[in-house]
Structure formats: structure tokens, C-alpha cells
């Protein structure tokens, strides 16, 4: 067996005790460097992985080399290699054994933390993962640009941090991705403005390969960003540049955004990610035990993933807070623990909202009096109106069905059929998930 045979055969091994995800991300890019006498030399991409791998999995790896070639004796880890690109500082720090810190790499503004590898897939995003992986083998040709939209927390940022890193990744450093909030975008530009330093502004944006913008929805307001960003966006695309652009509403309800800019979204590829619906809750609730080696009973999961339906970035959050509590109680969380954290948790975070506002809010946007909505009539006009104020009152303040049925003067089936068809048709009807939209603007306004 020569060297690199005994490497992948250990890599082999690896793969099959660590889980996907952390495998990926640990030790896919490693590279056998050399044997020194007793010593095995392995390169990995940069200090951050260097110093996890070190940490973790320094003695599984000798235990498996020495099995292959008992003369073995220590095993060195250093950054770069011959393949790799300039290391990266980047430092982990493990808080409580569950939090990760990872940091930003300034360059790209890219935080390793987020993985096409970790990101779980299923009905509400696959459309999204596909376009973003084949992103990241076809750059700048497929789909160009690429626009992904959906709501708080449903892994918008996570994907296409995600396509940047593996970009990284699978391009080593011939490949130059930037990362950029559209408020940072709105802040370098004005600044550049204010300091006569515009054309150093405009150069960083161009100069890169792959540029992705997050929430576009906050650029603009001002006139010159917006110019500012058309530029650029043409500049790129016209050198076949990648662009990757994400927003929490679809290009045709991007208020700010001038025509022009909008038709040019329009022409790539746009995907949204919906609500993750109840197994796919569960697949994520699983893997991100298993990325903090954390164990919770499968009802406990179940509760979770029941109660926590239309946020991911919350149910990490309650996970993480059941997972403290287990700790620092030593004992198993039983269904009732776990319902009395999900409860704390959750009635904090929603403020409450009326009845009546939602009802008024969709009065109002529809040109309707609340009479109208909770009276009888099956006027074409009224219908899908009481539709989404059945849909809002559920999703908004998760009230039972019986209780919406009363509220408006139906029974708990319609109740639920009203709330089941709005919910289908939002993923195919970008004009519905519009209105859905402002409605909810209006309601968290009043
Ligand atoms: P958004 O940018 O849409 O508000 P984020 O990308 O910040 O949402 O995601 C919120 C949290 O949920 C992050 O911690 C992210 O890793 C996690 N997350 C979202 N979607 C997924 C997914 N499909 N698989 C795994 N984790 C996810
Ligand atoms: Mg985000």
C-alpha cells in the first residue's frame, strides 16, 4: 500500500465513524503531505480546521494509520500544501461544548460555519440547493444571476454563505467569492462617496469572481447605492461573473429597486425556500444534535420540531436552550420539560398581536370592512381574502382551528382547508406570497 492508498483508506475509515456533515467539513479537503521518518505530514486548509482536527481526531486518525503501517508514530498537521490556498486565520473557540465561534474571514466576508454540507434539504428548498450546487460547478454560466428569496430564518444566508465557502472549497483559491450585507454594500458606497475614495469602493466589488449580496430588500433608499449596485451588478455579469442575491420577498415586490435592476433578476434563475415542513423540522433538529454530539429523546424531537414551525433560526435556538438545561440538570429532558422551555421561549419572541388587527389589517388591504370578511357571502372578491385572514390568524398567532372557524363564523374544516390552500399556493404564487407580505407589513406596523 503506498502512502496515499493508506491516507484514503484512513479517510475511508473516518467517513464511516464521523457524521456527514462533520466529515465534510473537517477532514474532506485534508492532503497526505509526506512521510518523515516516523512522522505522517497532513495538510489542511487552514488554521481553524488545523486546530479542530488537532484537537479531535488527531488520535483516531494515528490509531487507524498505525493499523496500515505500524511504523507510524506521530502524525504532524500543517496549513496549506501544495493545493491549497493561502491559509486563512481563523480561530474556533468552543463555548459550553456546544456553541461554535467562528469568524468572519475579512477577505471574503464568508464564515466557515456555513456549509452546502450541513444544509439539510427537502421539499421547501430543494429547488434552491440545486441551483446553489450546481452554482458551484458551472460558476457564472448556469444560473446567472441567481435569486433566492423567503422568509426570517428559513436558511437563506446559510445557503449562500454555503456556496461561497464550498466554492472555496472545490476551486482552492482560484476562485475569488465575496460575501457582502446589502447594508455593508450601502455602507462602503457611502463612504467611498463622503472620502473621494469611490473608484478603490467600485474596483473591491468588481475585482471579485462571485459576489453575493444578502437581503437586497435593504439596499437602496439612496439613489447612488442603487446606481452604485446596477453598475456593479452589469459590470460582472458582463464579465460572466457570478452573482448571488438574496432577498426576503420576490424581485417583483422589491419596492426600491428600479425597473431595470428587477428585469435583470428576472432573467436568471429565482428559487424561494419556503417553511420547512414537519419531517424536514425533524431531519434538522437531528443533524444539528449530531453536530454538537448531543443526544434527545425522539419524543422530546418530535415536540420540537411540532411546536417551532416557521423559523429555523428559533427552533436552533430552543434546541440549544432544552440542551443547556439538560446539562446543567444531569438528567434527561422529558416531553414536559421540553414543552415548558418551548413555551418560555416562544411567548417572548412573538409579541402579541390581535385578532382584530390581523383582521383589520386584511380589511383594509383588500379595501374591505371586517364585516365583510366574517359575513357569509361567497363573493369571488371576499373569498380569498377571508382565505388569508384565516391563514394569517393561524400562522401569525397559531390559534386552534375551532377557534378561527368561530372567530369566523365557520366551521374548524373550512378552517383548515382555507389555511392549507393559502399555504400550498404561497410556494407556486410569488404574487400571493406579495400580498401575504404587505399584509403582515401592515399588520406589524399598526
Ligand atoms: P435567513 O438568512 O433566511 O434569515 P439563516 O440562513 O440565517 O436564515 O438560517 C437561520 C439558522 O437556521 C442558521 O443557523 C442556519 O444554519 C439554520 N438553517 C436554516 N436552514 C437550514 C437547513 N436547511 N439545514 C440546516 N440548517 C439550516
Ligand atoms: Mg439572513
New binding site residues.
Given amino acids: 500500500m503506498d502512502l496515499e492508498q493508506m491516507w484514503q483508506s484512513t479517510l475511508g475509515e473516518m467517513q464511516i465513524q464521523l457524521s456527514k456533515a462533520h466529515f465534510a467539513t473537517w477532514l474532506k479537503n485534508s492532503q497526505l503531505v509526506e512521510k518523515k521518518d516516523d512522522t505522517i505530514v497532513v495538510a489542511l486548509p487552514n488554521n481553524f480546521t488545523k486546530t479542530w482536527v488537532e484537537n479531535k481526531y488527531q488520535k483516531n486518525l494515528l490509531g487507524i494509520m498505525r493499523g496500515f503501517d505500524g511504523s507510524v508514530k506521530k502524525i504532524e498537521f500543517v496549513v496549506g500544501g501544495k493545493y491549497f490556498a493561502q491559509p486563512t486565520t481563523i480561530e474556533a473557540q468552543e463555548v459550553d461544548g456546544i456553541d461554535l465561534d467562528f469568524k468572519t474571514d475579512p477577505e471574503t466576508g464568508l464564515n466557515p460555519k456555513?456549509r452546502l454540507s450541513?444544509?439539510?434539504?427537502g421539499p421547501s428548498?430543494e429547488l434552491a440547493f440545486a441551483a446553489a450546487t450546481a452554482i458551484t460547478e458551472s460558476i457564472g454560466k448556469k444560473y446567472n444571476p441567481f435569486f433566492v428569496y423567503?422568509g426570517?430564518?428559513?436558511?437563506?444566508?446559510?445557503?449562500i454563505q454555503g456556496i461561497g465557502n464550498e466554492i472555496i472549497f472545490k476551486h482552492k483559491g482560484r476562485v475569488k467569492p465575496k460575501y457582502v450585507s446589502s447594508e455593508q454594500f450601502t455602507r462602503d458606497i457611502v463612504w467611498g462617496l463622503r472620502n473621494d475614495r469611490i473608484e478603490s469602493i467600485k474596483k473591491k466589488y468588481r475585482d471579485v469572481d462571485v459576489l453575493i449580496i444578502d437581503d437586497i430588500q435593504f439596499i437602496g433608499g439612496k439613489e447612488k447605492t442603487e446606481e452604485e449596485f446596477f453598475h456593479t451588478f452589469n459590470a460582472l455579469y458582463e464579465n460572466d461573473k457570478q452573482i448571488i442575491i438574496?432577498s426576503d420577498r420576490p424581485p417583483q415586490s422589491l419596492p426600491v429597486l428600479e425597473d431595470r435592476l428587477r428585469s435583470r433578476f428576472e432573467g436568471g434563475l429565482i428559487a424561494d425556500?419556503a417553511y420547512p415542513e414537519f419531517e424536514m423540522r425533524v431531519a434538522?433538529i437531528k443533524?444539528k444534535l449530531d453536530d454538537m454530539n448531543r443526544h434527545l429523546s425522539d419524543p422530546v424531537i418530535n415536540l420540537v420540531a411540532k411546536k417551532l414551525r416557521k423559523n429555523?433560526?428559533e427552533l436552533?435556538g430552543v434546541l440549544k436552550k432544552i440542551i443547556f438545561t439538560q446539562e446543567r440538570k444531569q438528567t434527561d429532558i422529558t416531553e414536559r420539560m421540553a414543552e415548558e422551555i418551548i413555551n418560555k421561549a416562544t411567548q417572548n419572541t412573538s409579541k402579541r398581536i390581535s385578532d382584530t388587527q390581523i383582521l383589520k389589517a386584511v380589511a383594509e388591504f383588500f379595501n374591505l370592512t371586517i364585516e365583510d370578511i366574517v359575513s357569509h357571502t361567497r363573493r369571488k372578491e371576499i373569498v380569498e381574502p377571508r382565505q388569508i385572514a384565516i391563514y394569517l390568524l393561524r400562522d401569525i398567532s397559531d390559534l386552534s382551528y375551532p377557534y378561527i372557524g368561530e372567530k369566523l363564523g365557520r366551521d374548524h374544516t373550512t378552517a383548515i382547508h382555507s389555511y392549507e390552500k393559502i399555504n400550498n399556493e404561497i410556494n407556486r404564487d410569488p404574487g400571493l406570497n406579495q400580498k401575504i407580505l404587505m399584509i403582515k407589513d401592515l399588520i406589524y406596523k399598526s
Fill in positions: 456555513y450541513s444544509f439539510v434539504v428548498n423567503g426570517v430564518g428559513l436558511g437563506k444566508t446559510h445557503l438574496s425556500i434538522i443533524s429555523i433560526r436552533e
